[in-house]
């Protein structure tokens, strides 16, 4: 028998949630109370997007920023709603070049849920009618926003003429 260590073997990669919290939230409605009054046919527009900060060797803050806007007619706003919900992650044995799709995809999943209810409690709060936002397929935000920094960078590279 030989005694074989496991040095060679690669370690697990680990992900963790320290914590969950909501870093910033607004709620406006500029047109209150006489929106109240108006038929409600609202269009929506919802913006989302995500930052992160290292805190340390293997700690991750990643903040989930959403912004949705309810415009009534004549495209006057009748809400938004801007929500920074944010989570610390420890992160340990992920490749570097792993760790962008991690901090970008599978962190800002965890937060959405968190994101939708907020965004919910605080529509309700304000006077109009609940709001439940679609899922988010961040593996393909993700691609799509590696897919446009690749093609900025090979048009950065392209000769000017």
């Known amino acids: 028998m030989s005694d074989q260590s496991t040095t060679d073997t690669p370690a697990q990669a680990q ?10 939230a607004s709620f406006e409605s500029p047109r209150s109370p006489a929106v109240f009054g108006e038929a409600w046919k609202p269009e929506f527009s919802l913006d989302i997007n995500t930052r992160t900060g290292r805190l340390d060797e293997q700690r991750f803050e990643v903040v989930l920023c959403a912004t949705l806007k309810a415009d009534g ?22 490749p570097e ?11 800002p999943a965890t937060l959405f849920p ?3 209810e907020t965004v919910d409690n605080m529509v309700v709060k304000g006077g109009f009618p609940a709001v439940h936002l679609a ?20 048009s950065d590279g392209a000769p000017q003429h």
């Open 15 to 24: 992900l963790r949630l320290e914590r969950i919290y909501l870093k910033d």
């Open 73 to 94: 007619p004549d495209e006057k706003t009748a809400y938004i709603v801007e929500i920074q919900q944010a989570g610390i992650f420890a992160i340990a044995n992920v």
């Open 135 to 154: 899922p988010v397929n961040f593996d393909a935000l993700f691609a799509e926003a590696v897919r446009q920094q690749q093609a900025g960078a090979q």
């Open 97 to 107: 070049g792993r760790l962008q799709q991690v901090l970008g995809t599978i962190c």
């Open 114 to 116: 968190y994101v939708r």
